[in-house]
């Protein structure tokens, strides 16, 4: 209803309704669900309309998911189920840190290469943390590490090939994600256009693709009737 305000809108004024995103099917107004997956590849699609691999760093997962040149999956692959490299990663570490997440990309790029973590699991790189800065470690090179971890995770998932594109709420806010993992990777990756929003712009797509559908199965109806 917000969004509806927001756009000076009623909600009959809406035709189609795709939900998406880990709460998608407690949208009981949707007419429709879609993954995450398929929306951000659709919404990346739609700006990159060639052959792509669409890296997702979301809250809870990541996905890197590769698009033929009609934007059809040919792959994808998500992360293990640990939290490790993912937004809720990234916020515990800024809590056990004391740190603002606001400020965890500022103060990484204070760093010229970071320090790597070897732990894998979110609780056991905590713990590494707290043993980094006892051991005397700077801030910024142990945060410039979790970023590290973080590009490291991705590059263990699938090999990055063609154009690369990233999306999500982690590197609308830290674009130094996607720098890491060009230089690791030797790929240049480019960030989507309003990434933390691609997921939503994807679902829109679908809506109003069912709308377009609607509205030809409609006109084929009354054409036969008459």
Do not use: W
């Not at 990159?48 to 997702?56: A, K, L, Q, R």
């Not at 990434?195 to 939503?200: D, F, I, L, R, V």
Request: glycine share 10%; with cysteine.
């Amino acid at each position: 209803m917000e969004a509806l305000k927001l756009a000076g809108l009623q909600r009959e004024d809406v035709g189609s309704v795709v939900a998406t995103g880990f709460g998608r099917r407690s949208v009981s107004f949707a007419g429709s669900i879609k993954t995450e997956i398929s929306c951000h590849s659709t919404g990346c699609h739609y700006y990159y309309p060639e052959e792509i691999t669409v890296i997702d760093i979301g809250g809870q997962d990541n996905k890197v998911v590769k698009l033929n040149a009609s934007g059809r999956k040919t792959s994808f692959k998500m992360n293990r189920k640990c939290a490790a490299g993912t937004g809720a990663f990234l916020e515990e570490m800024a809590y056990k840190l004391d740190v603002p997440m606001s400020e965890l990309e500022g103060l990484a790029r204070k760093s010229a290469t970071g320090t790597e973590l070897g732990s894998f699991c979110t609780v056991f790189t905590a713990t590494e943390v707290l043993d980094r800065i006892r051991g005397g470690e700077q801030l910024e090179d142990i945060i410039r590490g979790l970023f590290n971890s973080v590009a490291k995770r991705i590059l263990e998932m699938d090999r990055l090939t063609g154009r690369v594109i990233i999306s999500g709420g982690v590197v609308a806010h830290n674009p130094i994600v996607a720098e890491i993992i060009s230089e690791r990777a030797g790929v240049n990756v480019e960030i989507a256009p309003h990434p933390q929003e691609m997921g939503a712009f994807g679902a829109a797509l679908y809506a109003a693709e069912s709308q377009t559908i609607q509205h030809q199965e409609d006109n084929q109806l009354s054409v036969a009737r008459r």
